[in-house]
């Protein structure tokens, strides 16, 4: 069920913690939305094509009630006040949004080292670093704790560090969403 995979993943989340490849997370909203979808399948409604499936999202996606960072000390305190279109196109897939994951401050970086709230770790060597600026992004779904996460890339944000964590990275055309 939906809820079976957002309690998996939330579980994965805390025993991942020390590799901080998340800024924060909202489990009362992916608890809740797992719910719903749950009981949408069980009045036999039609669901999204991504219908519970837990979801992560670098913290330079808004996220209409979330804190939108950037990793940034100067955004620490900014609430996104509209979804992103990739977020509303999520949300109508039914995806579980889980949290946002920690980047390089601004996304100007490629080590995930230089986040104002503290480095994330590379999952398969901690001495190492997960790559940038979507490190927590990769972490996140090498780790298990999701099942897909979104990252920006412009000269390699996402395929970098998802090489560096041993999962795929795809950087979308300009202009796809």
């Not at 999520?90 to 994951?101: D, H, I, N, Q």
């Not at 990769?138 to 964590?165: E, K, N, Y």
Request: with cysteine.
């Amino acid at each position: 069920s939906a809820q079976e995979a957002v309690e998996a993943s939330l579980k994965r989340i805390q025993e991942c913690h020390p590799l901080h490849a998340f800024l924060f997370v909202d489990e009362e909203a992916a608890r809740a939305q797992a719910k719903a979808i749950d009981d949408q399948l069980a009045r036999g409604e039609e669901v999204g094509r991504l219908a519970g499936v837990p979801i992560a999202i670098k913290n330079i996606i808004l996220v209409k009630g979330w804190k939108a960072t950037a990793a940034s000390k100067m955004l620490e305190s900014y609430i996104a006040p509209y979804d992103a279109t990739v977020i509303e196109r999520l949300r109508k897939a039914g995806a579980v949004l889980f949290g946002a994951t920690n980047l390089d401050e601004f996304a100007m970086g490629s080590s995930t080292e230089n986040s104002h709230f503290g480095p994330t770790k590379n999952p398969w060597d901690a001495a190492r670093v997960p790559g940038g600026s979507s490190g927590g992004s990769a972490v996140a779904v090498a780790t298990g704790c999701v099942f897909g996460a979104l990252g920006t890339d412009t000269g390699g944000s996402i395929r970098q560090p998802a090489s560096l964590c041993g999962v795929v990275g795809l950087k979308p055309s300009y202009g796809r969403v």
